[in-house]
């Protein structure tokens, strides 16, 4: 195949793991991503956004860190779903404890999700 005009208008793939700018599997743009591009873009004025991927190189590198983070997240899921489970039982005497026993629930688990992002690894556009 010859080389298309088009690939310097293209956006640089970035590696997730080296960083290095080579070819490879996209990751896909999930939620998490695009908000990090949203801020990226409007808030810190990065320009020349990496088209994210996963070079050949780190595959199975990523595959255990996307494997880990997976893992990390559930027990994250789990830990805050049973806190809040704690803390509406205990509170289950009366209807205002219970209200802010799911509030502060809700807190907890949204507190440990965003804490395990701080490990974030994405997804690939093919397959998990
Ligand atoms: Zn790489």
Redesign the pocket.
């Known amino acids: 195949m010859a080389k298309s005009p088009i690939n310097k208008e293209k956006e640089k793939n970035q ?6 700018n ?1 070819d ?1 599997l996209p990751v896909k743009t999930d939620t998490v991503i695009t908000t990090v591009r949203w801020f990226a873009k409007n808030v810190f004025k990065v320009k020349n956004m990496h088209r994210l991927v ?2 050949k ?2 595959y199975l590198e990523y595959k255990k860190a996307r494997k880990r983070y997976i893992k990390r997240r559930n027990t994250y899921i789990i830990l805050g779903a049973l806190f809040a489970a704690t803390l509406i039982i205990a509170s289950s005497k009366s209807a205002t404890g219970i209200l802010y026993a799911v509030g502060a629930g809700a807190l907890v688990i949204i507190g440990l999700y965003a804490l395990s992002l701080l490990s974030y690894v994405p997804g690939l556009e093919k397959g998990s």
């Open positions: 590696c997730i793991i080296c960083r290095a080579k490879g996963v070079c190189d780190c």
